[in-house]
């Protein structure tokens, strides 16, 4: 069974506005109600820890996040990650659209710009190791 998602306009206009003119830091996405609409839930400027606070336990999320961090050398860099939130509570059905959602938007947008994070918990997406997998990408 092949699922389609369409991307809002709403989610490109975010993910330039993060990556070109820096006045952001982080798009949360979700889809809409149908499962069949990726749309911009928030967009805006985000610790690391208030990202954390954002996503919600058991539904799934697509976030679009600035990661500034120190490289081998000290000097300070930023990735653009691209995290897809599937929480071990999830539904099913949500888990399986959301993986469709993140290739759809992945493929909308710059793709080759965008380093992807997979996370089932909040371990996961640990700033420090999400800085050591930006460090070697």
Known sequence: MSINIAVDDSCISAFWKLKSKRDINTVICRLNDL??????EHEGNLTHDELMLALPADEPRLVIYDLPFAAGDGTRQNK???????PQGAAPRHKAAYGHAHTALRDTLDGSQ????????????????LASHARTA
């Open 80 to 86: 653009i990650l691209l995290i897809s939130w599937l």
């Open 35 to 40: 499962l069949d609409r990726c749309v911009v």
């Open 114 to 129: 965008l380093l992807p994070v997979q996370s089932t918990s909040a371990p996961d997406l640990d700033y420090h190791r």
